[in-house]
């Protein structure tokens, strides 16, 4: 009798475990992941080190919209991620000016106020780029220390690339909270 306890709790105990690891992978796989900044592309809103959790989920139910903190995998097969800010969206035309200035679809962008500071190189981005239904401009926020879409390495970035949006920073404590 003892011994039947004892596997009817071995038992119970496996399934708790199992449900709770299949719980884990559901909210890794469709809801958040954790992510780390390496590289200081995005001074001053996040830092090389930062330790972000990505909202994988809102975009199941919008598109990523302009000014958004943006994920994607490198296109080298690596694990790294770069973390980058929506400037262009879907049927856009962008183009750099060597001033440093970004205009959408011929219309200065005013209401930018996450760039550092003027950037030195406007890349391909110097013609005009148009973007297709599915395709997104990104850049840095340390423009110029950034490898984003002005640049052949990083390019236009297609919607099925998005892993999600950066939402909490996790670490360092002293940072923790929504990322806006």
């Not at 972000?52 to 995998?73: A, G, M, Q, T």
């Not at 770069?82 to 856009?92: F, S």
């Not at 949006?165 to 909270?177: A, C, Q």
Request: charged share 30%; proline share 3%.
């Amino acid at each position: 009798m003892n011994k039947e306890k004892v596997l009817k709790e071995i038992l119970s105990t496996s399934i708790y475990l199992l449900c709770v690891i299949g719980i884990a992978f559901l909210i890794i796989k469709f809801v958040g992941q954790r992510t780390e900044v390496i590289g200081d592309s995005m001074n001053n809103t996040l830092y090389n080190g930062d330790n972000l959790i990505l909202n994988k989920i809102s975009y199941r139910f919008h598109e990523p919209e302009r000014y958004d903190i943006v994920v994607f995998p490198f296109r080298d097969g690596s694990k790294k991620n770069y973390i980058k800010r929506v400037i262009g969206l879907p049927g856009e035309t962008i183009r750099l000016s060597s001033d440093g200035k970004i205009y959408i679809n011929g219309e200065e962008l005013t209401d930018d106020v996450y760039g550092l500071e003027v950037f030195e190189k406007a890349g391909n981005a110097a013609s005009p780029i148009t973007l297709g239904d599915d395709e997104y401009f990104v850049m840095g926020d340390n423009r110029n220390n950034s490898e984003d879409s002005r640049f052949d390495v990083v390019g236009k970035v297609k919607r099925s690339e998005i892993i999600g949006k950066v939402w909490i920073r996790i670490f360092p404590f002293k940072s923790f909270g929504r990322v806006k």
